[in-house]
């Protein structure tokens, strides 16, 4: 049976290169080894200096493992927050952080947009007392993307607040300036091109200080994934917990091909192939742009609005070995998601439209 083509939006193909790096993992038996012996502190430290180089990410911030965004977002709340936070909702992700902090009893408030479009980003509508802001650089589950611009203005009205960037789907694509973010978090399974089952959270020297000081306040940061035990074993090249060891070798791998290839370069290709899915659901007479505004278009994740029932053409693509992804939630039936991740080359990407066009 032919190999199909995953485009989905995570999990997603696999960077091109895994396979290789999976059986050298066997030969080397990473998966057997013990997570804080030698070997797995060398797959540690050269994951974190990989993705430093790769994103330009300060050497005083700290990078951290754990199993998923989705517990990133519950330890930024325990660590980083007293009372308030602030959140910018745009979709199912960014909304359901703003529920955690709802969940755990915080004084959360929120700007909101209707799925497809931004929130309000005028920096005045924060709250004096709010102590994190939050906001996802890319929706995952609406693509939209949000703009950089923005980040800036709100870092500059608000310069002692602590701003917490969901990069998941959007990064090493976005380049985003990490000196003026204070907790960035991301999974593997997206544009990583890796089985899920790891999360990475790289925090500000401001973001350890702030765990520290609602520590000494008296207050619970949690347990063992408290940012100060965190940092104790990252030191070390370990982690708090017996870890996904051969996600992480897998992530200093793919990182160190990615560093040997270019971030430009994939950063270029990345704009080629939005391009083309922006021109396909443009051109398509079945599809239409769910995010309306092209500037806001994410440049990993494309969501069209289909004319008819979406499920008969995804299933119909899978069968001729393309894999996308449906809308999400309440758009589960309206919509088609493609993924457009580092391991998508170009000629996959033309290849895909291409077939969209003469079959859909």
């Known amino acids: 049976m032919p190999k199909k083509i995953f ?10 290169t895994v396979e290789e790096h999976i059986k050298q993992a066997m030969r080397e038996q990473v998966m057997e080894i013990n997570h804080r012996s030698s070997q797995a502190e060398a797959y540690f430290h050269s994951s974190t200096e990989n ?19 989705t517990e990133i977002w519950e330890r930024q709340l325990q660590n980083l927050v007293i009372e308030n936070s602030f ?5 199912a992700f960014s909304n359901r952080f703003y529920d955690f902090s709802k969940k755990w009893g915080f004084n959360a408030d929120k700007v909101e947009a209707e799925f497809g479009h931004m929130p309000d980003t005028n920096p005045d509508l924060i709250p ?22 923005d980040i800036l203005k709100i870092r500059k009205a608000h310069p002692n607040k602590l701003i917490a960037v969901d990069g998941v789907s959007a990064l090493p694509i976005i380049d985003l300036d990490f000196s003026i973010i204070d907790s960035v978090y991301f999974s593997v399974q997206k544009c990583f091109g890796l089985p899920a089952g790891l999360g990475v959270w790289v925090v500000s020297p401001r973001a350890i200080a702030k765990a520290e000081k609602k520590l000494s306040l008296g207050h619970s940061i949690g347990a063992y994934q408290a940012i100060p035990n965190l940092l104790k074993n990252a030191s070390k090249g370990q982690t708090t917990f017996t870890a996904n060891v051969l996600n992480i070798y897998l992530l200093s791998k793919v990182s160190a091909d990615m560093l040997e290839k270019g971030i430009e370069v994939i950063r270029r290709e990345a704009d080629y192939k939005a391009a083309l899915l922006n021109h396909l659901v443009d051109s398509h007479a079945k599809l239409s ?10 440049k990993t994740v494309t969501v069209a609005n289909t004319d ?7 299933n119909k693509l899978a069968n ?10 309440a758009y589960k039936s309206k919509q088609i998601r493609i ?21 859909i």
């Not at 959140?87 to 979709?91: A, E, L, N, P």
């Not at 991740?341 to 077939?355: A, C, I």
């Open 7 to 16: 485009f989905t939006p995570g999990p997603s193909a696999l960077y091109f």
């Open 51 to 69: 993705l430093k180089a790769l994103m330009n990410i300060p050497s005083d911030y700290q990078v951290f493992f754990l199993s998923s965004a």
């Open 87 to 91: 959140h910018y909702c745009m979709g």
């Open 128 to 149: 004096e007392e709010t102590e994190l802001i939050t906001l996802a650089l890319n929706e995952t589950s609406t693509g939209v993307s949000f703009p950089i611009e």
């Open 289 to 298: 742009h769910f995010v309306s505004e092209r500037t806001l278009r994410s």
């Open 308 to 314: 008819t029932d979406s499920l008969p053409i995804i």
């Open 320 to 329: 001729m070995g393309f894999v996308i992804g449906s809308g999400y939630g």
């Open 339 to 359: 993924a457009s991740f580092p391991t998508h080359s170009k000629e996959q990407m033309e290849l895909l439209t291409d077939v969209i066009n003469s079959h």
